[in-house]
Each structure stands twice: as C-alpha cells, then as structure tokens.
C-alpha cells in the first residue's frame, strides 16, 4: 500500500516508546490542500479499518481513505519552526 522511510520508521518507533498500552497507529488525512497525516497511537481497531503490518509496525486506516496512501511512502519532515509532521509523498 505505502513505504516508510527510515525518518518515519526511526520517528515512529521513538514514539512508541512512550504508548505502551497501545499498539496501533491511525493515519489520517489532515483536511487541507497539503498532503499532511495526521497521527494517533489506539489500542484497537475499528470495523471500518484497514490494518497494514510493516517493519513490526501496526498500522490502521479507515476505509474510506485507503486510496490517500496507495503507492505514496510515508516520511517525517520537521519543518522550520520545529513542528514535526508526517506527509505522504
């Protein structure tokens, strides 16, 4: 469905470190002209999911927006001002 490069994959598990009881990370489409995700960590899925295992990580997309990350790689960029974010390129 989608790659990771080693900045997302390194970013994602630093902070898993910190969510211990919780196993899956939602992606999301933040609801701008940019191709920004939004991030969750849960510790379920929900019936509309999608779950995709990749590199011993566990992640879940609703349905409806599966088509976001097809063929896209999943990257962390910290931008100027420090903000971390992760984009679909």
Known sequence: ???LTE???SELQNRLKFEH???FIRLQ????????VRLRFEDSIQ?????IKMNN???IIDNGECHYFNDKTLD???????????EII
């Open 1 to 3: 469905m989608f790659t």
């Open 7 to 9: 900045n997302a994959k």
């Open 21 to 23: 009881s919780k196993q």
């Open 29 to 36: 489409m933040r609801k701008s002209c940019f191709m920004k």
């Open 47 to 51: 019936p509309n999911d999608y779950q």
């Open 57 to 59: 990580l566990h992640f």
């Open 76 to 86: 962390f960029i910290p931008d100027i001002t420090g903000f971390k974010q992760f």
